[in-house]
């Protein structure tokens, strides 16, 4: 390995302050998507708001005071006004948007290599999502159960299928073009059950990752496009067992044994790897950091195209994600990535990365963002066109007329550096995209 390119990324990351628990408690509206987003404003106290905590420090009673917005209106409420025994709680969300580029070409993967929305010839339904689920909650002492399952239709889920050819959502293709290429499709991102036991939560089955900041559900991420980090970095997936424990009510740690990356019911690719790492929170709540990580054995390739390298050899990959609260109304947010494919005497191929991100909560209604990357494929081996250095720069808005509405324009530049033309169907180095897309949950 280029150990030289680790103490960068890491040192890039060092230099600023911020970060979150992991990509899955990313919601900059509310712990829970598809809940109203409350907005702090003006500074106050209040005696009795309650400054201890269990991890035994003390935080400044002072602070900025929540705006209520109002709760979102739930399917589940109008339909079964009287709850249920079990906990069970269900949902989802329809996301449909649409991104043209600047080059004004027109095709099914036209803004390529931007993924999820790189159709550039019309609207499309990216997000049709259901989920049913009951969160495991001991309250620290006793034991409880839970379960999760998504299942996601449209133009997403394409993306989010598990890739072994023998795993239950490959083959969930609805419609395609006349050159085969898959339009509409269906995946069953998650499908686990959890056991708790006092401070301990195991988690068996299908989940999402906890590497990275930005995440595959729609109303946990702030911009409508996603940074190459996220999309050709990351795993989005994984199948096995996972253990968390509270140490405290500030740090928690994660360990556990998946089958490789975005696997489902089968190790098609013979993977054996390690997920976990910790995340930490300020007494204040002010500042998170959170360090996860997947090693081992990624497998022997035979899953994607008949024994492509890409998925075969020796793994390592890391984030470390940083999360900074400034002030009342702004976050900001800083992602490292880095990753290593040893392939033995075929060498090793590395991509590792920069993501930054400031967000800045207007009123109830409306909230501005700006996120600056740098992605780093050596030998193509992620993205596929060079060696080269990929960048980007995007700016949006969230727009939130009710609870549960979010409407999401953005502007986006990217260009590359080391002689790929990559855009605009691989004539371009650069690429201008504008987009919008509507969230509705229920």
């Avoid at 201890?52 to 979102?72: A, I, L, Q, R, T």
């Avoid at 996601?152 to 083959?171: L, P």
């Avoid at 999402?208 to 729609?218: C, D, K, S």
Wanted: glycine share 14%; proline share 3%; hydrophobic share 35%.
């Amino acid at each position: 390995m280029k150990l030289s390119h680790l103490a960068i990324a890491i040192a890039l990351v060092g230099t600023t302050g911020t970060g979150n628990l992991t990509a899955q408690d990313f919601d900059y509206y509310s712990a829970n998507a598809g809940q109203a987003k409350t907005v702090s404003t003006s500074a106050g106290c209040d005696a009795d708001c309650g400054c201890e905590s269990d991890c035994g420090c003390e935080s400044d009673c002072c602070g900025c005071p929540e705006v209520d917005c109002g709760d979102p209106c739930r399917l589940q409420d109008r339909l079964n006004p009287c709850g249920n025994c079990w906990g069970i709680e269900w949902g989802g969300w329809v996301e449909v948007g649409y991104t043209a580029n600047n080059e004004g070409y027109k095709d099914l993967h036209g803004n390529e290599p931007i993924g999820f929305n790189h159709n550039s010839t019309e609207p499309t339904a990216n997000q049709v999502w259901f989920w049913v689920g009951r969160e495991a909650d001991t309250g620290g002492c006793g034991t409880d159960w839970g379960f999760r399952v998504d299942y996601v239709f449209g133009y997403d889920a394409n993306d989010t299928q598990a890739f072994g050819g023998n795993d239950w959502d490959t083959d969930w293709v609805h419609s395609a073009d006349n050159g085969g290429r898959t339009l509409y499709g269906s995946a069953l991102p998650q499908a686990y059950f959890e056991y708790a036991i006092n401070d301990l939560t195991l988690k068996f089955g299908h989940f999402f990752t906890l590497i990275g900041y930005e995440v595959v559900p729609a109303p946990d991420n702030f911009f409508y496009s996603h940074a190459y980090t996220m999309i050709y970095g990351e795993p989005f997936t994984h199948t096995g067992v996972l253990a968390s424990y509270a140490v405290n009510d500030r740090v928690n740690v994660h360990g556990g044994y998946t089958t490789g990356w975005d696997a489902a019911d089968g190790n098609d690719n013979d993977a054996n790897t390690f997920l976990g790492g910790f995340d930490w929170t300020s007494c204040d709540e002010n500042t998170t950091f959170a360090y996860m990580v997947s090693a081992g054995d990624w497998g022997n390739g035979i899953t994607l195209d008949n024994g492509n390298t890409a998925t075969a050899g020796d793994i390592y990959m890391h984030s470390l994600v940083l999360t900074r609260k400034i002030g009342c109304n702004t976050t900001y947010i800083i992602q490292s990535d880095y990753g290593a494919n040893d392939l033995g005497a075929a060498g090793t191929d590395e991509w590792y990365g920069v993501n930054q991100y400031l967000i800045y909560d207007i009123n109830c209604c409306w909230a501005a963002g700006l996120r600056m990357e740098w992605f780093r494929d050596d030998a193509g081996v992620r993205i596929g066109n060079g060696d080269d250095d990929y960048y980007a720069v995007t700016g949006g808005l969230n727009w939130k007329p009710t609870a549960n509405i979010t409407v999401r324009p953005e502007a986006r530049y990217d260009w590359v550096r080391g002689g790929s033309t990559p855009y605009a169907g691989g004539v371009e180095d650069k690429l201008f995209t504008g987009a919008v897309d509507l969230i509705v949950t229920f």
